[in-house]
């Protein structure tokens, strides 16, 4: 993307973080964590399916991620999101 802008990645990266206050790779993980929330709840995927959809290296590290980003696990997500849908009914 640099290269097709005529800058180089540092360029970039400095005006992302500047006008998002963001990094470009934690903006990236927000984003993969938002799907991976999206996935869990809509397509009712494995953590398994979501983590090679995503190109994770491993569920391990989708986990990780997703608990570093979110403060929970993606269990304890899940359990959240049953609970609502019991409240619902």
Same mark, same amino acid.
């Given at each position: 993307?640099?290269?097709?802008?005529?800058?180089? @990645? =540092?360029?970039?990266?400095?005006?992302?973080?500047?006008?998002? @206050?963001?990094?470009?790779?934690?903006?990236?993980?927000?984003?993969?964590?938002?799907?991976?929330?999206?996935?869990?709840?809509?397509?009712?995927?494995?953590?398994?399916?979501?983590?090679?959809?995503?190109?994770?290296?491993?569920?391990?590290?989708?986990?990780?991620?997703?608990?570093?980003?979110? =403060?929970?696990?993606?269990?304890?997500?899940?359990?959240?999101?049953?609970?609502?849908?019991?409240?619902?009914?």
């Amino acid at each position: 993307m640099a290269d097709k802008l005529n800058h180089s @990645y =540092g360029y970039l990266s400095n005006v992302f973080s500047e006008v998002t @206050y963001s990094s470009i790779e934690n903006f990236i993980i927000i984003q993969k964590i938002e799907r991976a929330k999206q996935l869990m709840i809509v397509n009712e995927m494995s953590l398994t399916e979501i983590a090679f959809l995503l190109n994770y290296s491993s569920v391990a590290h989708l986990s990780t991620q997703f608990k570093n980003t979110t =403060g929970i696990t993606p269990s304890a997500f899940l359990r959240i999101i049953k609970k609502r849908r019991e409240n619902l009914k």
